[in-house]
């Protein structure tokens, strides 16, 4: 596929192809807001503050233009219009994910005054998975997220997320978007999280066993 746009590295390279798409500054973020959920145009100017309207309509045409992301009708709403990931958009999920657990270690106080919301304490979450200590029984977690409700379900060895509130969580742990994301950038531990009343857990001690491990707080 052709790069659309001025930036071109010149390399015949899948790295510098990538980078092409996806290098320039607020790009990941907005493929960030996009893996969370389908969002509005002014939705993500409200959760990408900084960026400004010109400069994300240009990324969200970028992206466009290259296959990443598309424009579909709101239901129920005959002209609005919200962004999701292509299929090839969310491919991303991976790397992302993966460079979201490698930054956590550049995180310390000095960034601790920063913008924090739930559904990035969630992409945290997501990010610490073990692969290999995924549980091998079918169990359902709910993550209560500052005022948002966020549900990990492990089925037949594999990990899948959601928004919303689980039927019937084995088990429910709550808390502020700040302390979770402390937590997954080892800046306070599980332990001291409790202790404080940072974190409150609901639930049999085998099953917070089995999700502590798979988030590698062991």
Same mark, same amino acid.
């Given at each position: 596929m052709a790069v659309v746009g001025k930036r071109d590295y010149g +390399? !015949?390279?899948g790295? &510098? &192809?990538? =980078?092409?798409?996806? #290098?320039? *500054?607020?790009?990941l973020l907005v493929i960030r807001e996009l893996?969370? #959920?389908?969002?509005? !145009?002014?939705? =993500?100017i409200d959760n990408l503050p900084g960026?400004?309207?010109?400069?994300? @309509?240009? *990324?969200?045409? %970028?992206? %466009?233009?290259h296959g990443v992301i598309e424009q579909v009708p709101v239901p129920g709403d005959g002209r609005g219009k919200f962004y999701q990931l292509t299929e090839l958009g969310r491919e991303l999920s991976g790397p992302v994910l993966s460079l979201t657990k490698w930054g956590l270690s550049f995180l310390d106080e000095s960034a601790s005054t920063g913008v924090v919301r739930p559904e990035w304490g969630f992409l @945290?979450? +997501?990010a610490m998975v073990v692969e290999s200590e995924i549980p091998d029984i079918d169990e359902v977690y709910e993550f209560r997220v500052g005022d948002q &409700? !966020? %549900?990990v379900a492990v089925k037949a060895g594999e990990v899948a997320f959601s928004r919303g509130q689980a039927e019937q969580p084995d088990l429910v742990i709550t808390?502020?978007?700040?302390? !979770?994301? *402390?937590? #997954?950038?080892?800046?306070i531990t599980p332990f001291a999280a409790i202790a404080t009343g940072r974190v409150s857990i609901e639930g049999q001690p085998e099953a917070i066993q089995r999700c502590t491990r798979m988030l590698g707080l062991v």
């Amino acid at each position: 596929m052709a790069v659309v746009g001025k930036r071109d590295y010149g +390399q !015949f390279c899948g790295l &510098a &192809a990538g =980078m092409n798409v996806i #290098g320039e *500054r607020w790009t990941l973020l907005v493929i960030r807001e996009l893996l969370i #959920g389908p969002s509005r !145009f002014n939705e =993500m100017i409200d959760n990408l503050p900084g960026i400004g309207p010109n400069l994300l @309509a240009e *990324r969200l045409k %970028t992206l %466009t233009e290259h296959g990443v992301i598309e424009q579909v009708p709101v239901p129920g709403d005959g002209r609005g219009k919200f962004y999701q990931l292509t299929e090839l958009g969310r491919e991303l999920s991976g790397p992302v994910l993966s460079l979201t657990k490698w930054g956590l270690s550049f995180l310390d106080e000095s960034a601790s005054t920063g913008v924090v919301r739930p559904e990035w304490g969630f992409l @945290a979450v +997501q990010a610490m998975v073990v692969e290999s200590e995924i549980p091998d029984i079918d169990e359902v977690y709910e993550f209560r997220v500052g005022d948002q &409700a !966020f %549900t990990v379900a492990v089925k037949a060895g594999e990990v899948a997320f959601s928004r919303g509130q689980a039927e019937q969580p084995d088990l429910v742990i709550t808390s502020d978007p700040d302390t !979770f994301v *402390r937590i #997954g950038a080892r800046l306070i531990t599980p332990f001291a999280a409790i202790a404080t009343g940072r974190v409150s857990i609901e639930g049999q001690p085998e099953a917070i066993q089995r999700c502590t491990r798979m988030l590698g707080l062991v």
